[in-house]
């Protein structure tokens, strides 16, 4: 766990993105080029890496494929990360480490390489980040890249599968940190907003029935009820399918994903809104 302290403007959006798994045949590039050239198109905006830049598979990984790679030297990977990633660099906040680097961790730390190349604090496998203003803390955002982690779905009826997604990413999310408004996960390359829980409550006023629901919580409170808080799957850029290749996905049976990011609003100082953004 990394604490990381940000001072950023009281109206600004960021961008969450990840699992771009340069190096492989099936990342979309333009997708990342996509989020590169929103994040230039308004000095108020930033962003957060989720992990797994790199694909860094190498031959004597159980899961290389001799298909399915552009590059297959990590070092080159990395290098090309950083050249992708520098044109908004100044405006990164945190840089994680995905499984894919740290498959590595016996030759180095690759996540923590490029996070020092771009100049962006690194945030490991997992960190909080806290956005301040020019008055004082604003909310916290937990930033995470698991490993072995899924998001189970069995059910018959889309509708349901998307709700035993969302329930799936909450649980194992909601007990990891207290005192942070956004949770979001890498890794699963889902893109899932988990919103905070409209609940209906009734109470009196001395004369006669009201009604209130419950909300967003108080970003600067040491605790926030789970039920308050937002929850995001940062997505990918890892394509389940490519025209003459066999990849990663289809070898294994996965289902096709929405390709995309988590866009993050802030406006006069708390969070507005957290949305998905598909490229």
């Given amino acids: 766990m990394r604490l990381i302290r940000k001072t950023v403007p009281e109206n600004c959006e ?24 929103w994040v230039r198109g308004s000095k108020n905006r930033f962003w957060a890496g989720m992990g797994d830049t790199i694909e860094a598979i190498t031959t004597d990984d159980k899961r290389y494929q001799a298909t399915g790679k552009k590059d297959i030297v990590p070092m080159k990977q990395a290098k090309a990360a950083v050249e992708m990633l520098s044109p908004i660099a100044d405006r990164g906040l945190a840089y994680l480490s995905g499984n894919h680097e740290f498959a590595l961790h016996r030759v180095g730390d690759f996540g923590e390489a490029m996070a020092e ?9 997992a960190c909080k980040v806290a956005l301040r203003s020019k008055r004082g803390l604003m909310f916290k955002m937990y930033l995470c890249h698991p490993s ?11 509708e349901q599968r998307i709700a035993n997604r969302k329930a799936s990413l909450k649980r194992l999310l909601a007990n990891k940190a207290a005192d942070c408004l956004l949770m979001a996960m890498g890794h699963v390359h889902q893109l899932l907003v988990v919103e905070p829980a409209r609940k209906l409550s ?3 006023d001395g004369a006669e029935l009201k009604q209130a629901y419950t909300g967003l919580g108080d970003g600067r ?21 490519v025209l003459g290749e066999d990849v990663y996905s289809e070898t ?9 990011y988590i866009v993050v609003t802030i406006r006069d100082g708390a969070l507005a809104g957290v949305r998905e953004a598909v490229v």
């Fill in 14 to 37: 960021i961008a969450l993105f990840g699992d771009i798994h340069l190096g492989s045949v099936a990342c979309y590039e333009k997708g990342v080029q996509q989020v590169a050239n």
């Fill in 202 to 204: 009734l109470y009196d």
């Fill in 148 to 158: 072995r982690v899924t998001l189970p779905s069995g059910a018959k009826d889309h």
């Fill in 252 to 260: 294994f049976g996965y289902d096709p994903v929405e390709l995309g």
């Fill in 221 to 241: 409170a040491q605790r926030i009820d789970p039920d308050a808080r937002y929850y995001c799957a940062t997505g990918s850029f890892y394509r389940s399918q």
């Fill in 117 to 125: 190349e771009l100049e962006v604090p690194y945030g490991g496998r």
